[in-house]
């Protein structure tokens, strides 16, 4: 079973930028993965999709802000955030992904999904 550990999260100024990290214990390399969050009180979501071959996919609400790429030979994705907004507040998470056009809320208990890891929060504020 692979495992995914996050980390790059912090507090930040509306405006301000953070990249996260994370490393999967395996190969990733021919999988498409996915950052996800989850905010207070809301359901989790797919904010960014990045496939084996470099295609990506962001949510509107974050479309323009949010970049997500991938480094195989280190087992790692990033999600490079700029222009943060306190409604980017939540845990962020990664985990395997499908290439949809859609971007929205997900079942993390479905099947697709490895084991979450614990997620790294980020929190927006001034």
């Known amino acids: 079973q692979v495992q995914f550990v996050e980390s790059g999260g912090g507090l930040v100024q509306p405006g301000g930028s953070l990249r996260l990290s994370c490393a999967a214990s395996r190969s990733i390399s021919i999988y498409a993965m996915g950052w996800y969050r989850q905010a207070p009180g809301k359901q989790r979501e797919l904010v960014a999709i990045i496939s084996s071959s470099g295609y990506t996919n962001s949510a509107d609400s974050v479309k323009g802000r949010f970049t997500i790429s991938r480094d195989n030979a280190k087992n790692t994705v990033y999600l490079q955030m700029n222009s943060l907004k306190p409604e980017d507040t939540a845990v962020y998470y990664c985990?395997?992904?499908?290439?949809?056009?859609?971007?929205?809320?997900?079942?993390?208990?479905?099947?697709?999904?490895?084991?979450w890891g614990q997620g790294t929060q980020v929190t927006v504020s001034s």
């Open positions: 985990n395997w992904a499908t290439i949809s056009p859609v971007l929205g809320v997900i079942d993390p208990q479905a099947p697709i999904f490895g084991s």
